[in-house]
């Protein structure tokens, strides 16, 4: 009985250290992402950043290459405003040419992932199941309703940047419902607001040749 006291307590002991250098890690990379995304470095920060995530831009980019309107109108907010956004910024040339990668890089390097938000935000709360983990978000230390998830890739922690989206989509609906107005017209305004380019209202329907 002694010893297998002795080897639970050992097992137990291991098994701490192992979680508590995991939450080291998890916290690393969330540093390293931070650090990128406030350097403007997405090149930096595509290796904290899991594949689920680049598979979501790729999907974008395809989307914006080939989806109309009516099939537009099924989407997300957040879906339209990514695809409108890359309508609107991109020849229908580069747009065939990007990647679920180079979109990333390039939303970050331009501040489309916004680095005045995470300057000045951190996790905390740290909880480790298997392979997955979240944390909570803090704002300027303090705690905010939305978590930041992980997933070991290759042994490596790295960043699920797409399970933010549900609480990112609910947050810009409830300001174009507060504006009573379209998705279209909240996204066109936000356009607007954000770019010295005229916005061509056809983007709408499909990529512009």
């Known amino acids: 009985m002694r010893n297998l006291s002795i080897c639970l307590l050992v097992i137990l002991f291991f098994s701490c250290n192992s979680e508590e250098k995991n939450k080291e890690l998890i916290l690393e990379t969330f540093l390293e992402y931070k650090k990128a995304v406030v350097d403007r470095r997405g090149v930096d920060a595509l290796p904290y950043i899991d594949n689920s995530t680049v598979d979501y831009y790729q999907l974008t980019v395809e989307r914006a290459c080939n989806i109309n309107s009516n099939e537009l109108r099924k989407l997300s907010l957040i879906d339209k405003l990514l695809i409108i956004t890359i309508r609107h910024k991109f020849h229908a040339s580069e747009i065939k040419k990007l990647t679920g990668e180079s979109l990333l ?3 970050i390097d331009n501040g489309f992932i916004s680095s005045a938000f995470v300057k000045d935000a951190g996790i905390q709360g740290i909880k480790i ?5 979240i944390a909570n978000f803090t704002y300027m230390g303090h705690k905010l309703p939305n978590t930041c998830h992980f997933i070991k890739e290759d042994k490596i922690w790295k ?3 797409t399970a933010l989206f ?3 989509d609910k947050s810009l609906k409830q300001i174009a419902n507060s504006k009573n107005i379209t998705h279209r017209e909240f996204i066109f ?3 607007r607001k954000t770019s010295d ?10 990529m512009i040749e």
């Open 189 to 191: 305004d936000m356009l």
């Open 105 to 107: 890089v390039w939303a």
């Open 197 to 206: 380019t005229e916005v061509n209202p056809e983007i709408w329907e499909r």
């Open 166 to 168: 549900e609480y990112s």
């Open 159 to 161: 960043m699920k940047l």
């Open 129 to 133: 199941n298997s392979d997955s983990a």
